[in-house]
Structures are given as C-alpha cells and as structure tokens.
C-alpha cells in the first residue's frame, strides 16, 4: 500500500502539471498555438498577448489549481507521517509536468503559477513570502528570468528562515530546483517589457 501511494500521487502531480491550459484555451479561442509567438512558453503572459487578459487569467488561475489540487490530495490522504517524502514529490513532479507536459509533446511553461499552487496548498504563508520574493528579485535585478532562477534556488533557505519548516521546505526545495533549471533556458534572453516577458525589439522601434 505504501509503495502504491509513494508512486500514485507523484504520478497524479505530474499528470495534473500536464494539463496544457494556456495550449487549449488559446487554441480554443484563437486557433493557434500560444507557443508559436511571443516567449515560445505555455505561460499566462503569452497567453495574454494572444488572446487577452481575461483569459490569460484564466490560464493563471488552471494553472495554479493543478498544482495545488495533486498536493492538497496528497497531504490529505497519504500518511504522510510514514511517507513524508510523498507530498514534496508530488509537488515537484507537478511542476515539472508543467513545464514538460505529457499531453503538449513536452513543450509546456515555466512552472511558476504550478509552483505556487503547490506552496498554496502546504502554507498560504509560504506562497505570500515566495511571490513577494520572486517580486522583489524582478524588480532589483530587471530580467525575469534570473531573477526566477534566483527565486529558485532561494525559496526554500528563505522559508528556513521564516520558520516555514517541514514538508512546506522540502516542497519549496522540490519546486525550486525545477523553476531554477525550467528558467535557464531564457538566461539571456532580452526582454522589452518585463511584466509580459516580451523580447526587446530593434533599437529603431524606440520602445522601452
């Protein structure tokens, strides 16, 4: 029994992750695929640019529940106090199906809504204090994509820190690790307006 939770709600992460909303929700709407312009990613801010915000937040908002839904599942049923490396594992594997999706030809997003959805469900707290990181690293270093790895690789030292111990920490080292390593892909890659994650164009085009 311990064996088949250890790799069904893992597995249930992953699948969830996978789920491609910004894919079929821009298809649906517009007829294309949200990865053949803009950033090239299954992501809200591409979904955005191709067929508005209403819907782009409602990709926001599928992909954080689907991260979310396989971890709050996981804490809930699984015996966590015999299995506690189940619920961070489950949380990673969402992520990581996120951005490498069984049903999109792995080709998904970059994990950070999914991330949050997972951290959601461990401790509100801990998603209020990894968003105002990730907020404040954008704004200081100016290019969202360093500035999410370093959200990566920081979350969890920072949730030690803030006393977000537990399977919350080990989560946030899961999802972490997968964010930093999704988001080196875009390391140098220009961007002319940060809160969409648009590439810069030609200097003659004179927008900032």
């Not at 204090?129 to 370093?150: N, P």
């Amino acid at each position: 029994m311990d064996l088949l939770l250890t790799l069904l709600f893992p597995l249930l992460g992953y699948l969830s992750g996978s789920l491609p909303f910004a894919i079929w929700i821009t298809r649906l709407v517009k007829g294309v695929d949200v990865r053949d312009a803009g950033s090239g990613h299954a992501t809200t801010t591409n979904t955005i640019r191709q067929v508005g915000f209403g819907w782009g937040a409602l990709v926001l908002v599928l992909d954080i529940a689907k991260g979310f839904l396989p971890v709050w599942l996981a804490l809930t049923i699984a015996p966590v106090t015999s299995l506690p490396y189940v619920v961070p594992l489950t949380a990673a594997l969402a992520v990581a199906g996120h951005c490498w999706p069984l049903f999109a030809q792995f080709r998904g997003g970059m994990g950070l809504a999914t991330a949050g959805g997972a951290l959601l469900a461990l401790s509100p707290l801990a998603f209020v204090l990894c968003l105002g990181l990730l907020i404040l690293l954008t704004l200081t270093v100016r290019h969202s994509a360093r500035a999410s790895v370093f959200t990566g690789v920081l979350i969890a030292p920072m949730l030690w820190l803030f006393n977000q111990r537990g399977l919350v920490f080990w989560a946030a080292v899961g999802v972490g690790l997968v964010i930093a390593f999704r988001f080196l892909i875009d390391w140098n890659r220009k961007y002319r307006e940060l809160w969409l994650d648009r590439e810069q164009q030609n200097k003659k085009d004179g927008t900032a």
